[in-house]
């Protein structure tokens, strides 16, 4: 065996392609790595498919409990979503795929790792950081940033090579799946004004054809982790595969945004992630009962410094453990049950429960139960106004625009 380098291997054109131009420009020893995070492959076909372009072998890491365990549930228990859309599925695996890729180049006494991402997209941030933060000896190949081809270039030298691969200029989508959701990319979606065809959604109905009944779930949770779907308890690849089917069936999960890239280009994604999107929703509800006002504001601000943190590649660092910290803390009292709705491409919350819910309804209601003191809310107005009326005496009253030109000053 000569030089060896371990290739992050989907399977896909660009990660095939790939261990031929590794042997034929640098003349590695391909060792083609499979991290399975729940994107259902077949391991023979793919372990075919990698020889057949010339790897030495392929290496199957089954990663899906600890993908669940330290990667989805934090991000989660934080309320991660990049610009309001994208619940960051693929971005989340990166950096456990980072891990993995630098464990199994010491177990094999690799002196390099290569990826297939090319140099206009965010993943090969997330992977070149996170290897060099794990392993700094480690060199870092990227085949398709290098050799700047276009798919269908990359098609043609699979096919000038014999090389099996999946993609036809026929079938151009790119695309990437976990247990947190699937990204699509490539062809016409790369048109913002061309609606999804039919062929791009696999793990949702069309919502205009779901049932006509909505299906009504129970959710539970224990300090912000979801651990049972209507009191059955599951481990957490099973409550998420789980999900994904009950919501996909009723066209819930699908997200089509033009998001801002790492790398200054805005792009067009359309991803599906029926799970993720049904747990964000039933999470923040619990949230809502369990956190008080200024938890729950401040909490939104560090939800966003999360998810930039996560899409930004920055998984392993000080300012992710900090943050990590302050939203483990939150967690504490968030536990109990949320029911959620799924009907025709929507989640709404029917219901939440919480034992260290911060609801009264001896104080909330209008009923006879009311214990509210209505008539401390005098005095409380009268403080809170002070500096209000203060102002407009002072000042306000005594301009000549007058009151009403506060909010058109010019």
């Not at 209505?374 to 809170?384: R, S």
Request: contains cysteine; proline residues 5%; negative net charge.
């Amino acid at each position: 065996m000569g030089n060896k380098i371990v290739l992050a291997y989907s399977g896909g054109l660009d990660t095939t392609v790939a261990i031929r131009w590794l042997k034929e420009s640098y003349g590695y020893d391909v060792i083609a790595l499979t991290i399975d995070v729940g994107n259902e492959k077949d391991f023979t076909v793919l372990e075919e498919r990698a020889r057949t372009a010339g790897a030495e072998k392929l290496v199957v890491r089954d990663a899906k409990q600890l993908f669940i365990e330290h990667f989805v549930w934090p991000a989660l228990q934080a309320d991660a979503v990049y610009e309001d859309g994208y619940p960051l599925a693929t971005a989340l695996a990166r950096p456990l795929m980072a891990y993995l890729m630098c464990e199994v180049a010491r177990e094999e006494s690799a002196t390099a790792v290569a990826h297939g991402c090319t140099g206009k997209g965010n993943d090969q941030v997330r992977f070149d950081v996170s290897i060099s933060a794990l392993a700094p000896h480690l060199k870092i190949v990227a085949p398709v940033r290098e050799w700047k081809w276009s798919r269908d270039d990359e098609i043609e030298f699979a096919r000038a090579n014999d090389i099996p691969i999946p993609v036809t200029q026929a079938n151009p989508y790119s695309t990437d799946e976990n247990l947190w959701g699937r990204s699509i990319e490539a062809g016409v979606l790369e048109d913002p004004w061309v609606e999804p065809p039919d062929d791009v959604w696999t793990w949702t109905s069309d919502p205009r054809g779901a049932p006509d009944e909505p299906a009504y779930r129970t959710i539970t949770f224990e300090r912000g982790r979801p651990l049972a779907i209507d009191d059955e308890r599951l481990d957490g690849v099973t409550l998420v595969r789980r999900l994904n089917e009950l919501a996909g069936a009723h066209g819930v999960g699908r997200v089509d945004q033009v998001e801002n890239r790492l790398v200054g280009i805005k792009s067009r994604e359309v991803y599906e992630a029926p799970a993720a999107v049904t747990l964000l929703a039933a999470h923040r509800a619990l949230e809502q009962l369990t956190l008080t006002r200024e938890q729950v504001r401040f909490k939104q601000r560090v939800s966003q410094e999360y998810a930039d943190l996560i899409y930004n590649g920055r998984w392993f660092t000080t300012h992710h453990r900090d943050l990590a910290a302050y939203v483990q803390s939150t967690q504490r009292h968030v536990s109990g049950d949320v029911r959620v709705r799924l009907h025709r491409g929507t989640v709404t919350i029917a219901g939440k429960r919480a034992p260290d819910s911060l609801y009264s309804l001896e104080q909330a209601t209008y009923g006879r139960e009311d214990q509210f003191d209505q008539d401390a809310a005098l005095g409380f107005i009268k403080i809170w106004g002070l500096p209000v009326r203060l102002q407009a005496e002072r000042q306000l009253l005594r301009e000549a625009e007058g009151p009403l030109a506060i909010a058109s000053p010019e």
